[in-house]
């Protein structure tokens, strides 16, 4: 299972670490690191990241945004990035994000007609992507939403917290392990 995990220059290195620690757990995980060129991406903390993978290059089961404020606010005007992502969470098996990630998914139109949740700065941002912003906790099934052929992962982990998101992807992991999952956001 390819987990592709969305790098850009300034983003929240616990948004990525402690979900791709959880993901790991799933039956033969390989991780792989996206920017639009291949190489260093700094994150918000200092610690730089390698980019194994292009935009042109990686075709992956589950795609990972992490989140940020600044670098990621622009991005939500980056066509390159926004097509990207809507073209790869079209493919992928599974579509996640953490913290304020789920702006990139719905800039990207990935979100439309769902409730999604993000940090609480960022929540009522949503509704501008067709997302109905929620600052509900998620427990059980009761944050699923679902149609025909997919379903999202409304809101997991504290709405108010990334930090507690990622490591909380845990649960889910073992959720998503035992069902047959097209999509969730966190």
């Known amino acids: 299972m390819k987990i592709l995990s969305l790098v850009f220059p300034g983003f929240t290195f616990i948004d990525l670490a402690a979900p791709i620690q959880a993901l790991m757990m799933l039956p033969e995980a390989k991780s792989q690191v996206v920017w639009q060129k291949k190489g260093v991406v700094a994150s918000d903390s ?16 589950i795609l990972f945004v992490p989140g940020n404020s600044l670098g990621l ?3 939500l005007q980056d066509d390159r ?16 994000s953490v913290c304020s990630g789920s702006l ?12 999604a949740a993000s940090h609480w700065y960022a929540r009522e941002q949503l509704s501008l992507f067709g997302a109905i912003p929620t600052d509900a906790r998620s427990k059980s099934g009761d944050g699923w939403r679902h149609d025909s052929w997919r379903r999202f992962w409304a809101c997991l982990g504290r709405p108010d917290s990334g930090r507690t998101s990622g490591p909380e992807l845990r649960t889910l992991v073992r959720i998503c392990a035992a069902t047959s999952v097209r999509y969730w956001a966190t």
């Open 46 to 61: 200092g610690v730089d990241v390698h980019a194994t993978e292009d935009f042109q290059s990686c075709c992956p089961d």
């Open 73 to 75: 606010f622009k991005l």
């Open 81 to 96: 990035t926004l097509d990207f992502i809507a073209d790869i969470g079209s493919r992928a098996t599974w579509v996640t």
């Open 104 to 115: 990139l998914l719905g800039a990207a139109g990935l979100l439309k007609g769902y409730k």
